[in-house]
């Protein structure tokens, strides 16, 4: 089965400085799908940020990318500018290629923006 | 609003009861996921449909846990003889079936306090 680590449970970063989450993940398989998804307090999930396992350019959106390094089966993301609304939880997700595989979350980084 | 749709947001209910939550997918997904997620930790898979049909169930979900999905459309969620260890957050998400890559959409939530 697949697993998803993430290691810093905590995060703290100045607001408009840049901040890096790290996220490891387990699997056999060769073609795959990861996530960075936001939980804001008390809001719902919302995607960051995706990225294919065959494509070998990082995934890039606005101020956030990704280092997603395959044989070393890690899946950092960095925050450029960081602002006071990207306060939140954040959870790596893999998801196999295979039909009908569901979504594996890691235990997530409550990142904290400080003014 | 086309977003995923849960309610009731939050439920109290006395250990013993059983209690039933309902998730609305966004219209043209027809995968729909629950997970469960305790305070400070990432969603726990529960289960997941493709249309009606139940595709695939975690072994967290004890045999106190149905869901269905009647007709692909909607789904529910039911808790029977709820206990104390039952409080959490339960998640429902959708995704469009057609490609495999695309990330799960996720409601806001049912907060389920068992006292």
């Known amino acids: 089965a697949q697993t998803v680590t993430q290691s810093q449970p905590e995060m703290s970063v100045q607001e408009a400085e840049t901040v890096t989450l790290s996220c490891t993940y387990d699997?056999?398989?060769?073609?795959?799908?990861l996530f960075w998804y936001k939980q804001p307090p008390s809001r719902q999930m919302i995607l960051v940020i995706r990225?294919?396992?065959?494509?070998?350019q990082n995934a890039t959106e606005n101020r956030f990318s990704v280092n997603f390094q395959k044989a070393a089966k890690s899946f950092s993301l960095k925050i450029s500018d960081s602002q006071l609304g990207d306060a939140a939880m954040y959870f790596c997700a893999y998801r196999s290629a295979n039909y009908g595989q569901n979504f594996v979350f890691g235990p997530g980084t409550r990142l904290s923006v400080l003014p | 609003d086309t977003g995923v749709s849960q309610n009731p947001r939050h439920k109290i209910t006395k250990r013993g009861q059983n209690v039933t939550f309902r998730c609305d997918p966004i219209s043209e997904h027809n995968r729909l996921y629950w997970y469960r997620q305790t305070l400070g930790q990432g969603p726990e898979f529960l289960t997941y449909?493709?249309?009606?049909?139940?595709?695939?169930k975690s072994r967290l979900l004890s045999d106190r846990f149905s869901a269905e999905r009647p007709k692909g459309s909607f789904s529910t969620l039911e808790i029977q003889r709820t206990e104390q260890g039952d409080s959490a957050m339960y998640l429902c998400?959708?995704?469009?079936?057609?490609?495999?890559?695309?990330?799960?959409?996720f409601g806001q939530g049912t907060r389920l306090t068992v006292v």
């Open positions: 699997t056999s398989e060769s073609d795959y799908y």
């Open positions: 998400a959708s995704s469009p079936g057609q490609v495999h890559g695309t990330e799960a959409f």
């Open positions: 449909f493709q249309n009606e049909a139940q595709l695939e």
């Open positions: 990225q294919e396992a065959y494509k070998q």
